[in-house]
C-alpha cells in the first residue's frame, strides 16, 4: 500500500523547472555588492523593491497600526482573538477602495464580494477548487508564470490547456488561438470550466488591450464557462496604455447581472504594486454568491493574520498616501524599466514593448546556437553559471518559441542592474566574438584545404583574417 | 458550472456547531448592552492570559515595529516569503514546543513546517498521506470542524473510532479494530489514525496506555498517526502530558518505520489564545512529508510580520516560562468554576485535567435517551436559556446527552451569570418533571379513584368517598 499519496511523492509540484532550479543556484552564490560581488545577480524574481522608502516612512509617522493600537487605544485582544473568515471589516473597504483607485475609479467593488486569502497563490487555487473538478481544465495563454503549474493544477487535479500566443503579434490572444486550445482540451477529453489570464501579464509586461479582453468576453460568453483575471500587478501600470480591467470592458457592455458578469473572477494581491510578499495578502473577487460563499469557507485553509490585516486597513485607508504611493511607484517603476531596455539594448538585445509589470520579455533569439529550446536552455545555463545572471528561459513560461527570457529589474538597486547589464554586453560581445573567431577559424579551415590543394597544384595565396 | 465541493454542503459547515455560532451572532451576551442575549460558551479560546502577552508587547515594542536592535528590519520582512520560514521563528517555535513537554522531547526546526493554523496543517497532511478512497480513524466525539478540515478538499474519509462513557471516553483495542473493518466493509483503505491530544472536547489528556496501544495498532497495520497536539499547552492538571513523540521514544522506537509514520500538528491559537494570528505547525520525522508539505505550505503561509513578533516572544525564554505557569493556573482555576457550578445545578462533567472546555453529562436531562431529544435540549438551553454549547452530535459522540461547555473565552462574571442560568434551568427541568410526575400519578390515581368508585357504586350501590 502506498505510504504516502501520489501528491507527496510525484512531482506535480512542478518545481522541477528551471525557473525553481535557477533560484536555487542563485541561493547557492547570491551576489552581494561586498561580500560576493561575483556572485549570482537575482534577476528572475518579481518583486518590486523601489518603493519600501514610501512604506517605512509611513510607518514611522503611524506606529499605532503596527502597535495594535487604534486612536491610543490598544486593540490587541480583539486582533488576537479576531479568525473571522468574513474578513476584517475595514480592511475589505479599504482593500476595495484601493483596487477602485487603481483602476481609476472607472470601476468600483463591493466588500462583501471580496473573499481574503493568504496571497494570490491561495486565492488561484481556492478558485481552482471552487470552479473545477479533479480531470477538468483552465485554458491559459502562454507564455504564463511559472508557478501556475503547482497553484493550479497539484492538488487540485485540474488541468492546464495552453492558448499559444507568438511574438508575430506580440504574443495577444487571438479568436484561432482560443478555438485551438479549445479543441485541444475536447481532443484530450478535458471539460473546459474556463479562461485564467494575467493582466497585466507576466511574463510579458503587457496589458491586454480592450480588442483582446472583448474577445475573451465573447469567448466565455459562446462557451459558457468562467473567466479569472489575475491582476496581480494592476497597480504595476507605469505608461500608457493604461490598465483596462475585464469589470470595466463588462461595465461597459452593460453586462452586470447578467449570466457572464456572474462567471468572471478577479485575483488580486498586494505582492506586486506594494512590494508586500511577505504578508501574504491575496484576494478573489466574485460577483457569483455561490463562489464567494464557498470561497470564504475555503479562505479558513489560509487566512490573513488579523495583525497584517489591521496594519494594511490604516495604510490603506489613508487615501492621500496612496494616491501618492500608487503614482510615485509607477514613476520610479517606468525609470527603471526603461533603465534595463537602455541596459539590453548597448548589449544588442530588444525585449517586447511593455508598459507594466516588474520584468522585460526580451528577445534573444540572436543569441541561440539554433533555433531550438535545447539551444535555449544551453544559452540559459550560460547566462546563469558563467555571466552569472538568474533570469527564466521562456521555456519555463511555456512560451512556443526559443529565445525568449523575462528578466526582472524591480528586486536590486541601480548598481547592481548596472552590473548585469555590464556583464550582459561582455558577454554578449564576447559571443559576437566567438562566432567572428568561429568563422575565422572556419576560414582558416578552407585556407588550409586551399593551400594543400595549391601544394599540390604548386600556388600561393596569402591567408584570410 | 461550480465544482461540486463549491456547490455541495460537503463543507459539513451546516453542522450545529455552525448553527449555534449564527446563532450567538445575531443576538450576542453584553454585560451591559445585551443582559438576556446568549452567552458563547461554544467557542474554544483562551482569553485568560492575553494581559500577560500585552504586557510583553508593551516592553518589547521593537518586536511590533519590525526593529531588532534599534534597526528597521522592514524591508527584509515585507520580501521574506521563503516557504521555508523564519529560521528564528522556526528556532524559537521547536524550543517553546519542547518547554510545553518538559523538555521529555526535543524538537527539530528543519523538521517542522509552517502553516496558516493548524486548520491548514491538518488539511496539508491529509493532502500529503491520503487520496480519494482513503480513510483516517478518528475517536469519537472529535472537534466538529474536522469534517471540514480533514474532507472537504481532499476528498479523504474519516471512520469514526467509537468511544464510551462506560471507560471515560477512552480508545480501546476493539473499537480500533471494530473501525478498523468498518472502514474495509466501506471498502476504504485505512492511511492512518488521528488524534487530538489533549483530547478535544473531552479536555484530557492520553493515558500513556492509549498512547502505546495506538503505536502498536499503528504498528501492525502499518499506518500513520497524526497526533494533534493543539491543546498540549493547556494542560492545566496532573496526569502531565505525554506526547505521542514521548511515547515513541520510551519504547525506543526512534529511527524504526513507525518513527517516520508520526507527524505532529500544533498551533498558538490555543494556549497563547492568538487565532486571529494564523501559526500553525506540522512536525515530520519522515523527510518526504516534510519536504511535499513545505510546498503545499505555499498555500498558507505564515505573514512575516507576524513570525516576527512571535519569533521575538517566543525566544523571551523568561517570558515563556512564566507564561506557561500563569496560564495553566488560570485555566485551572477556571475549569473549576465551571465544575463547581454545574455541580451546584446537579450536572456532572467528565474529570478533565486541560482543554479550555469540558465534556459535561446531561443525559439526565433528556426526556429519552436519544438524539432527537438532546437536539430539543440542546435548543432549549440555546434559545430559553440563552447558552450556545456544543451538543455532542455535532461531535459525532455515539451517545445522547452529552455536551461541550467552553470556560475560558468569557470573563468570570459572565460565566457565572451563565451558571446561575442552567441552575435556573436544571432545577425548572427538574420541578416541572417532579410536578408532571406528580400531576401524572395524582391524574392516574383519580382516575382509577372514580373508576372503582363508579364500580363499588355499580356493585354495591353505596356511595363513599375515597381520599
Request: proline share 3%.
Amino acid at each position: 500500500m502506498r505510504l504516502l499519496s501520489r501528491k507527496a511523492t510525484c512531482n506535480a509540484h512542478g518545481q522541477d523547472s528551471s525557473y525553481f532550479l535557477g533560484w536555487q543556484e542563485y541561493e547557492k552564490n547570491p551576489y552581494h555588492e561586498i561580500k560576493n560581488p561575483t556572485g549570482i545577480i537575482q534577476m528572475g524574481l518579481a518583486e518590486n523593491q523601489l518603493s519600501f522608502d514610501l512604506l517605512e516612512s509611513w510607518l514611522a509617522n503611524n506606529p499605532d497600526a503596527a502597535g495594535f493600537k487604534k486612536d491610543g487605544e490598544s486593540i490587541f485582544r480583539e486582533l488576537a482573538l479576531f479568525q473571522d473568515y468574513h474578513g476584517l471589516p475595514d480592511f475589505k473597504n479599504a482593500l476595495v477602495d484601493f483596487m477602485a483607485e487603481i483602476r481609476e475609479n472607472r470601476v468600483t467593488f463591493d466588500q462583501n464580494k471580496i473573499v481574503l486569502t493568504a496571497g494570490a497563490t491561495s486565492a488561484n487555487e481556492t478558485l481552482m477548487f471552487c470552479l473545477a473538478e479533479s480531470g477538468e481544465a483552465f485554458l491559459l495563454p502562454t507564455p504564463y508564470y511559472p508557478g501556475f503549474d503547482r497553484d493550479l493544477k497539484w492538488r487540485t487535479g485540474v488541468e492546464i490547456v495552453p492558448i499559444q500566443c507568438t511574438s508575430s503579434n506580440d504574443f495577444q490572444i487571438t479568436a484561432p488561438a482560443l478555438e485551438e486550445a479549445y479543441l485541444e482540451a475536447q481532443k484530450r477529453n478535458l471539460r473546459v470550466k474556463g479562461v485564467l489570464v494575467t493582466n497585466p501579464s507576466n511574463p510579458l509586461g503587457t496589458t491586454m488591450s480592450r480588442s483582446e479582453l472583448n474577445l475573451l468576453v465573447n469567448f466565455i460568453t459562446a462557451k459558457g464557462i468562467h473567466l479569472i483575471s489575475d491582476e496581480i500587478y494592476s497597480g504595476t501600470v507605469f505608461s500608457s496604455p493604461g490598465f483596462v480591467s475585464i469589470m470595466e470592458v463588462l461595465k461597459d457592455r452593460k453586462c452586470e447581472n447578467t449570466e457572464v458578469w456572474k462567471r468572471v473572477h478577479i485575483v488580486y494581491s498586494l505582492s506586486k504594486d506594494l512590494g508586500l510578499p511577505g504578508f501574504r495578502v491575496g484576494a478573489i473577487y466574485s460577483n457569483d454568491e455561490l463562489v464567494a460563499s464557498a470561497a470564504t469557507k475555503m479562505s479558513s485553509f489560509g487566512l490573513v493574520s488579523s495583525q497584517t490585516q489591521y496594519l494594511l486597513s490604516a495604510l490603506l485607508s489613508d487615501s492621500k498616501f496612496t494616491k501618492n504611493y500608487i503614482s510615485e511607484n509607477q514613476r520610479r517603476l517606468k525609470q527603471r524599466q526603461n533603465f534595463l531596455v537602455k541596459g539590453l539594448k548597448k548589449a544588442g538585445i530588444i525585449c517586447l514593448k511593455s508598459n507594466a509589470g516588474l520584468f522585460c520579455w526580451v528577445n534573444m533569439k540572436h543569441l541561440l546556437g539554433s533555433n531550438t529550446f535545447e539551444a535555449e536552455m544551453e544559452l540559459w545555463k550560460k547566462i546563469v553559471y558563467d555571466v552569472k545572471l538568474n533570469i527564466s528561459p521562456g521555456s519555463s513560461c511555456h512560451c512556443t518559441e526559443p529565445g525568449w527570457f523575462r528578466v526582472c529589474f524591480a528586486n536590486m538597486s541601480e548598481e547592481t542592474l548596472n552590473l548585469a547589464m555590464a556583464r550582459l554586453k561582455s558577454f554578449v560581445d564576447s559571443m559576437t566574438m566567438t562566432s567572428s573567431h568561429q568563422m575565422l577559424k572556419n576560414s582558416r579551415k578552407r585556407s588550409l584545404t586551399k593551400w594543400v590543394f595549391r601544394l599540390s597544384f604548386h600556388d600561393r595565396e596569402p591567408e584570410e583574417r | 458550472m461550480l465544482s461540486y465541493k463549491a456547490s455541495s454542503d460537503s463543507h459539513g459547515q451546516d453542522s450545529s456547531y455552525f448553527l449555534g455560532w449564527q446563532e450567538y451572532e445575531k443576538n450576542p451576551y453584553h454585560q451591559l448592552h445585551n443582559p438576556n442575549g446568549i452567552i458563547q460558551m461554544g467557542l474554544a479560546e483562551n482569553q485568560l492570559s492575553l494581559d500577560l502577552l500585552e504586557s510583553w508587547l508593551e516592553n518589547n515594542p521593537d518586536s511590533v515595529g519590525f526593529k531588532r536592535n534599534g534597526e528597521s528590519v522592514f524591508r527584509e520582512l515585507a520580501l521574506f516569503q521563503d516557504y521555508h520560514g523564519l529560521p528564528a521563528f522556526k528556532n524559537a517555535l521547536a524550543e517553546y514546543m519542547a518547554e510545553i513537554r518538559r523538555n521529555k522531547v526535543k524538537f527539530d526546526p528543519n523538521k517542522l513546517v509552517l502553516t496558516a493554523g493548524s486548520t491548514s496543517a491538518n488539511e496539508t497532511l491529509m493532502f500529503c498521506l491520503a487520496e480519494r478512497g482513503d480513510a483516517f480513524l478518528l475517536p469519537t466525539p472529535y472537534y466538529p470542524g474536522f469534517d471540514r478540515d480533514l474532507k472537504w478538499r481532499t476528498e479523504v474519509e474519516i471512520v469514526p473510532i467509537h468511544c464510551s462513557s462506560s471507560n471515560g471516553f477512552r480508545i480501546t483495542i476493539p473499537a480500533l479494530e471494530k473501525a478498523y473493518q468498518k472502514a474495509i466493509e466501506l471498502d476504504l483503505k485505512v492511511k492512518g489514525i488521528l488524534i487530538v491530544n489533549p483530547s478535544n472536547p473531552l479536555g484530557t489528556s492520553m493515558t500513556r496506555y492509549e498512547l502505546n496501544l495506538l503505536i502498536s495498532f499503528a504498528m501492525a497495520k502499518r499506518v500513520h498517526i497524526v497526533s494533534d497536539e493543539i491543546f498540549s499547552g493547556t494542560v492545566f492538571d496532573c496526569p502531565h502530558f505525554i506526547s505521542l513523540a514521548e511515547a515513541l521514544m520510551d519504547r525506543q522506537l526512534e529511527n524504526t518505520d513507525m518513527w517516520s509514520r508520526i507527524h505532529i500538528v500544533y498551533s498558538l491559537s490555543k494556549d497563547l489564545g492568538l487565532p486571529g494570528f494564523r501559526v500553525g505547525m506540522i512536525y515530520s520525522n519522515n523527510e518526504t512529508v516534510v519536504s511535499a508539505a513545505t510546498k503545499m505550505s505555499s498555500f498558507g503561509l505564515v505573514s512575516s510580520q507576524t513570525q516576527y513578533l512571535l519569533s521575538n516572544m517566543l525566544s523571551d525564554k523568561k517570558f515563556t516560562g512564566k507564561y506557561l505557569k500563569e496560564n495553566q493556573k488560570r485555566l485551572k482555576k477556571r475549569k473549576q468554576m465551571l465544575v463547581s457550578g454545574l455541580h451546584n445545578a446537579g450536572i456532572r462533567c467528565l474529570k478533565s485535567n486541560a482543554g479550555l472546555f469540558c465534556w459535561v453529562d446531561m443525559r439526565h436531562l433528556l426526556s429519552t435517551q436519544t438524539f432527537e431529544s438532546e437536539k430539543e435540549l440542546w435548543k432549549k438551553i440555546l434559545g430559553e436559556v440563552g447558552l450556545n454549547i456544543s451538543p455532542g452530535s455535532s461531535c459525532h459522540c455515539s451517545e445522547p446527552g452529552w455536551f461541550r461547555i467552553c470556560f475560558a473565552n468569557m470573563s468570570e462574571e459572565t460565566l457565572g451569570v451563565a451558571m446561575e442560568r442552567i441552575k435556573d434551568f436544571a432545577e425548572s427541568v427538574t420541578s416541572n418533571r417532579n410536578r408532571n410526575i406528580s400531576t401524572y400519578h395524582q391524574m392516574i390515581c383519580d382516575k382509577r379513584l372514580l373508576f372503582n368508585k363508579w364500580v363499588f357504586k355499580l356493585s354495591t350501590n353505596d356511595s363513599e368517598s375515597d381520599r
